[in-house]
């Protein structure tokens, strides 16, 4: 029988369809790896209810592990604990801020109107001088920014906790 | 089969199925890109909670049926949703207020639900609260900027709460089902909840500088199934590719 470090290995190698620079582990998306009744089960979490790319992670992970020669396998997901970013991993987020999407930073709570907003970093050139353009981007994880000093347009991975 | 159970999550999931497809028809229609791409972003949103809220209602239900067949294939009098959000979209000013009205709703309805005793229940409002305060903030800020923006703006938001005001009491709409699943602890009371949307609902619209159309009169019908013309037109479109192609999947 293979070991779970191998399975937590091969997870690694499995991409996000959206971002594919962040593995589903870099993700936090894969919650689990387990061994009963003879199969392997892997747990997953949606990062946004409606996140199109879950049925596709789903696909890749039983993909790769059947490239690898594992065919007793299943995808079990499950919504509870809810997805939060603070699960995203520190080399997650450097993969990110190097492929231009700046990485979540700590916010206050969404709740309050007119809030200030939070200080996005350019992931381009670094400077603080930036703005929300909307607060939803090319997908649901993200909000979409500009940079006063570059002028370089770039998505926000937003927070959610 | 929980019958309670199983209409309660019916309601709760026509409410964002419904309201789901509504922003949806905004696809490619918003007034300005960022617009027509956030409100396609809570579109998916809605539409992510509805698959959750509808499948663990086939399970409850115990039938077989999945989450898509419930979303396609019942018929109109089997919609549980409220008339406020089959409401058409009229211009961006109406869908901002349609929306900002449920999102108050709906904001701590999943902050009372995360409290749950059905754990399945919880655990949805938890993921789906997440979700919901970024709608909140959304609609509620673009409710103020356009009542307290220009004259105009200020008049069509205006109109907007006026029309839709009369949909409201309906959310809050409890009959047996709730009084059995409030006594069972898996949902909470609606007196409270009311309460909250009212507190919220009144600050916004003060900030907005809007007025709360005085007029009595509310509708209701929707949680027993009885819609209004809009809802046969949206299951039309809804509907159309199973009723056309049954068991078609891509
Ligand atoms: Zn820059």
Redesign the interface.
Known sequence: MVAKERIWELMEEVFDPEVPVLTVVDLGVVRDVNFENDSWKITITPTYSGCPAMKRIEDDILEKLKENGIENASVELVLSPAWTTDWLSESGKKKLKEYGIAPPVAEVDKSVLFAERPIVPCPKCNSKRTKMISQFGSTACKAHYQCEECLEPFDYFKCLK | MDNALFEYLVRLGDDSLILGHRLSEWCGHGPIL??D??MT??A??????T??ILKYAGEVEGKGRTEDDLAFLRYEREYRNTLLVEQPNGDFGVTMMRQFLFDAFR?PLFEQLVNSSD??I???A???L??T??H???S??WV?RLGDGTEESHERVQNALNDLWRYTDEMFFTDEVDRDLESRGITFSMEDLKNTWQETVKS?LD?ATLEIPTNGWQHDGGRKGLHSEHLGYILAELQYMQRAYPGMEW
């Open positions: 960022e617009e791409i956030a972003n809570i998916l949103d809605l539409v992510g909670q698959t959750s904001k754990a399945q919880a655990a949805i938890a993921k789906s997440k979700e305060k970024y909140f903030k959304h509620a800020e103020i916004v900030q």
